[in-house]
């Protein structure tokens, strides 16, 4: 009789069907995965050290956000009083004076681009003239 197996409904033949790894390509594969294990350790480390960071610099914005809400809960409580910071009426003048600025920089400009306007359409007028 056949020297063959009947496995699951499968009819399987005794002998060498594929490939099967030698020493040395056993070897290799260990090596292969222990570096593939090494460079995920890294990589892994990488990640974590990153998000350390993110994390640090997040806490320090929030630390940031703080002071700042803190410094305007002061000043809302000065101004309930009847008093002006000492640091609004800087913004307050420093805004006047950039406003300032910007209307005779405006005002220049406007002057600038009339005055360019003007030359164009004269020019048109005597280009159109000919």
């Not at 292969?32 to 998000?51: I, M, T």
């Not at 703080?66 to 305007?72: G, P």
């Amino acid at each position: 009789m056949d020297d063959s197996k009947v496995v699951g409904g499968k009819v399987k033949k005794p002998g060498k069907r594929g490939r099967k790894p030698a020493k040395i390509d056993l070897k290799a594969k260990l090596e292969r995965s222990r570096q593939s294990a090494r460079e995920c350790r890294a990589r892994k480390k990488l990640r974590y050290q990153y998000l350390e960071e993110l994390v640090s610099s997040r806490e320090r914005a929030i630390c940031g956000l703080r002071e700042e809400l803190e410094m305007y809960k002061q000043w809302c409580m000065a101004m309930d009083q009847g008093k002006i910071p000492s640091e609004i009426k800087a913004l307050l003048t420093g805004e006047e004076q950039s406003k300032s600025q910007q209307n005779s920089s405006r005002h220049t400009k406007a002057v600038k681009t009339e005055a360019n306007n003007n030359s164009c359409k004269y020019s048109a007028c005597y280009i159109d003239n000919y």
